[in-house]
């Protein structure tokens, strides 16, 4: 028998930390192994947090709203009866040394956190049992130091006792800061998520302290922070913000192509009422030309260019709380034009309800991303990490163009921008793509739909 405990899950590969979106379990109640205990929002979407083993929720230590680094402890289950009191302790321990861990001032060190007199853990009764010696980190009944996992590997790294620690974490919890503070090691980007503060409930204040101090946790989506007052990123805002600076590091060009897009609009008002929308139809038209381009399905590793072991197009899809998410479109070569668009249409609703699975979002070898629909003339876009090029799309818009014998009539035409790793992708092989691709949207596009 024994008592486990409920970890903030790595739902992503990028993901750092999570929000907790609702409970779906509250103390006391019954939980079984495999059922979904509560909703974690990470960078990418919403998804069912699962329990790995059956018992009684004795208690939860991050309520819903709040936010907490890959690895934290979220909640305690008890396998027996017996041990629910104790579990049940072991959470107001971490409560309780939560409050005290607070820094009496705004701005004072977390140092100052750690000489609050011991009769701040006087209110939580059940703490009894805990450690008493006041510079003692906390500790769960038994005498186990409450540490995340990160900082119990680094702390053995660097030969520090955890014993001898104050934690600044979350809940009293010893970080991977504290380590490295006790270790002389200047505080590491890696870990530096460890010291964002978490929600807790907070106290009465008026709203414009509240804005004044560091907020506890992310803002709500899309909020109205007050004239030269900043509003926290999000969730999603984040990993959209780690994608893009990583994706500072790739050498990049772009190409430029000009498409006359007559036949393909008019291809397009013809499948249009059977349900196909003009990404679905761009998507698979780029597919189709990369099948004859493996050198735009590549993307850069150290070990050499990775080959796309299929054509999987991402497509960026803009979420309502300020996110980005690209969906991925796998085989789009060899899915017929209708049921590539059903498909993207369940990926575009799944992702603005947040309901995305890891596989719906991850595996694209190349990603379109089309602001056609706001008539934008042109834009360049930024290339993810883990793909050689992205194809930025833009509207189709009637011009005076030069025709075939040197006549002058009325065309529409749309500008796309190709953006490539130049250590995978060369100019010839980006401009090869993009003329290919033109010839197939302005002479045989009803082709598409074979």
């Known amino acids: 028998m024994a008592i486990h405990e409920i970890f903030m899950p790595a739902l992503s590969s990028t993901m750092s930390e999570g ?21 974690v929002e990470s960078d990418k979407a919403d998804m069912d947090v699962e329990c790995f083993h059956s018992g009684t929720l004795a208690a939860v230590l991050l309520p819903a709203g709040g936010t907490a680094p890959v690895g934290e402890t979220l909640a305690l289950v008890a396998e027996t009866a017996a041990e629910v009191e104790e579990a049940k302790a072991r959470g107001t321990v971490a409560r309780g040394t939560e409050a005290a861990s607070q820094p009496p ?31 003692a980190p906390v500790s769960a009944p038994g005498g186990r130091i409450i540490a995340s996992p ?3 590997a680094l702390a053995k790294r660097l030969g520090v006792a955890l014993e001898s620690l104050q934690g600044s974490g979350p809940h009293g919890r010893i970080i991977a800061n504290d380590v490295e503070r006790a270790a002389g090691q200047p505080l590491s980007t890696s870990v530096a998520q ?5 929600a807790a409930t907070p106290a009465p204040a008026p709203s414009g302290a509240a804005a004044a101090s560091p907020p506890a946790a992310p803002a709500p989506a899309l909020a109205n922070a007050a004239p030269g007052q900043a509003a926290a990123f999000t969730t999603a805002q984040q990993a ?20 006359t897009t007559d036949p393909l609009e008019a291809f397009y008002r013809q499948v249009k009422p059977r349900g196909v929308t003009m990404t679905a139809l761009l998507a698979k038209a780029v597919a189709v030309t990369l099948a004859g381009h493996p050198q735009l399905n590549s993307a850069y590793t150290p070990e050499g260019m990775r080959f796309g072991a299929g054509i999987h197009v991402a497509v960026a899809v803009a979420m309502e709380d300020g996110g980005l998410i690209t969906p991925v479109l796998r085989d789009a070569e060899r899915t017929d034009l209708y ?19 890891p596989e719906d979002y991850s595996g694209g070898t190349f990603t379109l991303s089309n602001l056609g629909m706001f008539g934008v003339d042109r834009f360049a876009a930024i290339l993810p990490p883990g793909t050689g090029a992205i194809l930025a799309v833009a509207a189709s818009r009637p011009v005076v163009a030069v025709t075939g014998d040197n006549a002058m009539a009325i065309r529409r035409q749309m500008q796309v921008n190709l953006t490539a790793d130049h250590r995978v992708i060369y100019g010839t092989h980006a401009a090869a793509f993009l003329k290919d691709l033109a010839r197939l949207l302005e002479t045989s596009p009803e082709s598409l739909a074979l």
């Open 19 to 39: 929000k907790i979106v609702s409970w779906l379990k509250q103390p006391g109640d019954e939980v079984k192994k495999g059922e979904a205990v509560l909703v």
């Open 105 to 135: 001032a705004e701005g004072a060190p977390p140092a100052a956190a750690a000489e609050v007199p011991p009769a701040a853990d006087a209110p939580a009764t059940p703490t009894a049992s805990a450690p008493p010696p006041a510079p």
């Open 150 to 152: 990160r900082a119990k």
């Open 194 to 198: 460890e010291e964002r503060p978490q």
């Open 240 to 259: 959209v913000n780690r994608t893009m600076t990583a994706s500072l590091s790739a050498p990049c060009f772009q190409v430029g192509y000009t498409v």
């Open 339 to 357: 049921s590539l668009s059903r498909a993207w249409a369940d990926l575009v609703q799944r992702a603005r309800s947040k309901q995305l699975q």
